[in-house]
């Protein structure tokens, strides 16, 4: 069964004009439920199979410790299938569930966008990975980031490469998409602040399968350094591996997916020597190596900035719910904006009045295949 958004939003309508029917569900309901949309088929799978890790992590940590109210929390996911008509319907089988009271949506930028509409009109809080600035500055109260947004990650990449590399033609390469369209310009405008216009601005169509002509335009370019922005662990993948075929070795920062554990898989050696921002990195701080060895323990996997998102934003949803005594989303709205100074996998929060958690990165290294800590950059605001 197929839902269309005019269908959804008649269904949304009908919730909305019900408040005392959901409130009542709520308190009767045996388990606190939290949404989750996640990609369980499609080319980032295995990346969904990483979020819901870290969310069932934070989960029974949350059981453990009491719950909700005192009740224990459930996660309630749906496949948002990778793409976005996908995401849609998945938000709108989970949004039709009174009794789930927050969400835990995309790391995917443009699928945050094609979910946000309907989540204003649903008026419940949703916890999303997506990095494009514009997510957290077009009205919607009810998204809060838990990673940090690329106007801070291209201020830190034209940082490293320009002032600790010594590199000053800049190739930037970015996706098509919202996600890297918006991570392009900020590192652009990055770059302008430092007095440096790239000698290359490239973008490229996602799941591509050739990426040869990018190559070239690199290589013919003359840059001495890359900055890149990949919404899928796949692409850049097949991308590093032509790079380096094709006899391009400059130093390479690119926006987390870089670093992320299907990239250095798909990639292996073509990765080796390349840098990357990283929310989470697991040298970072206390918290982080304290989340990497319970990730560790639990999976028999190297934790990365898919799964540690997932498993802060479980963590904050349950302290606010805590805090604000309620469910009821404008006390779990309040509660989530009054969180500072809390230490997460990711770093520490410190929510502003858009809903932005996180406001700076981490610079890691592939050192041959291991993935290294160097530095914290925290972004000016």
């Known amino acids: 069964m197929k839902l269309t958004r005019r269908e959804f939003s008649v269904g949304v309508g009908a919730v909305l004009a019900a408040p005392a029917v959901i409130k009542s569900a709520g308190a009767q309901g045996a388990t606190i439920k939290i949404g989750m949309v996640l990609p369980v088929t499609g080319s980032a799978a295995e990346q969904g199979k990483f979020a819901l890790n870290g969310a069932k992590l934070a989960l029974e940590a949350v059981n453990k410790a009491g719950g909700v109210l005192g009740k224990q929390v459930e996660l309630v996911t749906e496949d948002d299938q990778t793409t976005n008509p996908g995401v849609v319907l998945a938000f709108s089988k989970l949004a039709a569930q009174q009794d789930i009271v927050a969400f835990l949506g995309s790391i995917r930028s443009t699928q945050v966008h094609a979910m946000a509409p309907d989540v204003l009109k649903l008026g419940k809080p949703m916890a999303i990975g997506g990095t494009d600035p514009n997510l957290t500055h077009m009205g919607n109260k009810w998204l809060f980031r838990f990673r940090p947004n690329d106007s801070y990650s291209g201020s830190v990449i034209a940082d490293y490469g320009t002032n600790t590399l010594g590199k000053k033609k800049w190739a930037v390469l970015h996706s098509t998409d919202a996600f890297g369209t918006a991570g392009g310009k900020a590192l652009t405008e990055g770059l302008s602040k ?133 469910t009821e989303p404008e006390k779990v709205r309040a509660a989530i904006l009054a969180i500072k100074g809390f230490e997460g996998a990711e770093g520490q929060y410190n929510f502003d009045e858009n809903g932005d958690g996180l406001h700076g990165y981490n610079i890691v290294k592939n050192d041959k295949g291991n993935i290294v800590f160097e530095k914290h950059i925290e972004a000016k605001r």
Request: glycine content about 10%; proline content about 5%; cysteine-free.
């Open 194 to 326: 430092l007095g440096i216009t790239p000698v290359l601005d490239q973008g490229y169509a996602n799941q591509s399968q050739d990426f040869t002509p990018v190559v070239l335009a690199i290589k013919q370019s003359g840059a001495d350094v890359l900055g890149s922005y990949f919404t899928f662990e796949n692409d850049l993948g097949i991308f590093a591996r032509q790079l380096r075929q094709l006899g391009v070795n400059i130093p390479w920062v690119g926006s987390p997916s870089i670093v992320g554990v299907s990239s250095t898989r798909l990639a292996g050696a073509s990765l080796f020597g390349t840098y990357g921002v990283a929310d989470y990195a697991e040298d970072s701080s206390p918290t982080a190596k304290a989340y990497g060895k319970a990730y560790r323990d639990a999976y028999k996997l190297a934790p990365d900035n898919q799964s540690a998102w997932t498993y802060d934003a479980v963590t904050v949803l349950a302290k606010a719910m805590n805090t604000a005594k309620s």
